[in-house]
């Protein structure tokens, strides 16, 4: 079946560059899209199509990705930016989420 | 503004069925495909359902395939899960979500109804 992997948790001071990976085998040739997910929320698409941001969703956050791997940067990080983050994206007869990373800011 | 309300959660037996609704406002409703997501408590988000805009095709993860039914009402803006042989790992709360415009992805979730399936 498959995988989209995700390191489990990310720290960075307030004002520093946070940086999220996903991995999956079929990334090459399928979109990679990303949730936030605050505690007792629902999760919320910050980054859709690799790189492209709904309305709304604070400028810095962007995306990115190359060959097996997608990546959600977040510059100059707040603390309401904490929570989990999921990639999401497809392969043939799959649709999966990533294991998600839990963004800590202090 | 787009708003989701998800219904019809609650306490079922190992073997029940159970009826999830979901009532949509705010955009064109067939012009979107519509999706249920679930998620355990401490788990990651998980896809259960697709269904497309004029309800010609539908997708099933393949924990539910074969259990449940995804299906909508355009004329009233709404749509259903229909969850037969529930197992206890079907326990999670229920999303409902529009998709995000291209026809493969979430885009927008409602705040869930949870379903626990317990004896």
């Known amino acids: 079946s498959y995988e989209l992997t995700q390191p489990p948790s990310v720290s960075v001071s307030p004002g520093q560059t946070a940086t999220i990976t996903c991995s999956g085998s079929?990334?090459?040739?399928?979109?990679a899209h990303w949730y936030h997910q605050k505690s007792g929320r629902a999760p919320v698409l910050v980054i859709y199509?690799?790189?492209k941001r709904p309305s709304g969703v604070s400028q810095r956050l962007s995306g990115s990705s190359s060959g097996t791997m997608a990546t959600l940067t977040i510059t100059g990080a707040q603390v309401a930016d904490e929570g989990d983050y999921y990639c999401?994206?497809?392969?043939?007869?799959?649709?999966?989420f990533g294991g998600g990373t839990r963004l800590t800011v202090l | 503004e787009v708003h989701l309300v998800e219904s019809g959660g609650g306490l079922v037996r190992p073997g029940g069925s159970l009826r999830l609704s979901c009532t949509a406002s705010?955009?064109?409703?067939?012009?979107?495909?519509m999706y249920w997501l679930r998620q355990a408590p401490g788990n990651r988000p998980e896809y259960v359902s697709g269904?497309?805009?004029?309800?010609?095709?539908?997708h099933y993860g393949n924990s539910v395939q074969g259990r449940f039914t995804i299906s909508r009402d355009n004329s009233k803006n709404m749509v259903y899960l229909q969850m037969d042989s529930l197992r206890l790992e079907d326990t999670a709360l229920y999303y409902c979500?529009?998709?995000?415009?291209?026809?493969?992805?979430?885009?927008?979730w409602g705040q869930g109804t949870l379903v626990t399936v317990s004896s």
């Open positions: 979500a529009k998709d995000g415009g291209s026809g493969s992805y979430p885009g927008q």
């Open positions: 705010g955009f064109n409703f067939d012009h979107y495909s």
């Open positions: 269904i497309n805009g004029i309800a010609n095709s539908t």
């Open positions: 079929a990334l090459p040739k399928r979109y």
């Open positions: 199509e690799d790189n």
């Open positions: 999401y994206s497809t392969d043939v007869d799959a649709v999966v």
